[in-house]
């Protein structure tokens, strides 16, 4: 089955330090992948989205991701952490006729 | 502003009841999606539906049901068959009947505790 895993179910990172989530695919087949940005009792908003074209894939609130097919990887990057950063980060994949397939999400705090 | 309702914001069920959750969205989106987050699990489909009167079992569904009797309307309800119905449930919907490369668009949710 196709799924996501994001490694490290918490990051924590100071405040103006380069943060780096992790995202990896299992596919055979090139996938659509977004990003979302949750905070506390909120529902997800799409930070960005990898559908084709250029592989470096810009989003909302300085954060970028790179999609390496070699790697079957979509990290999300932000060069210098904010506080307003703190919130879950969930990795998805498009899948043709069905919902999108999520991984668990990391936890992203940043301290001062 | 175009975007997803969801109510109410948290809800108290008793032993042995029924509750419905409300999804309502005027972004005039073909498919809607139910979901329930738990801490450490991610989000877990319960149903989805595509267009108006048809809908689908999503990963969980067991002790939940769906209507989709209106294009603007997906409500969800939480059965006395749900035996654990603690958690946070999502709504969201998305553009186009499902295509892999089309992002979801979501509620903020509903908190559901047990009394």
Known sequence: ?112 | DGGITQSPKYLFRKEGQNVTLSCEQNLNHDAMYWYRQDPGQGLRLIYYSQIVNDFQKGDIAEGYSVSREKKESFPLTVTSAQKNPTAFYLCASSAIRILSNQPQHFGDGTRLSIL
């Open chain 1, 1 to 112: 089955a196709q799924s996501v895993t994001q490694l490290g179910s918490h990051v924590s990172v100071s405040e103006g330090a380069l943060v780096l989530l992790r995202c990896n695919y299992s596919s055979s087949v090139p996938p659509y992948l977004f990003w979302y940005v949750q905070y506390p009792n909120q529902g997800l908003q799409l930070l960005l989205k990898y559908t084709t074209g250029a592989t470096l894939v810009k989003g909302i609130n300085g954060f970028e991701a790179e999609f390496k097919k070699s790697e079957t990887s979509f990290h999300l990057t932000k060069p210098s952490a904010h506080m307003s950063d703190a919130a879950e980060y969930f990795c998805a994949r498009g899948q043709a006729g069905t919902a999108l397939i999520f991984g668990k999400g990391t936890t992203l705090s940043v301290s001062s």
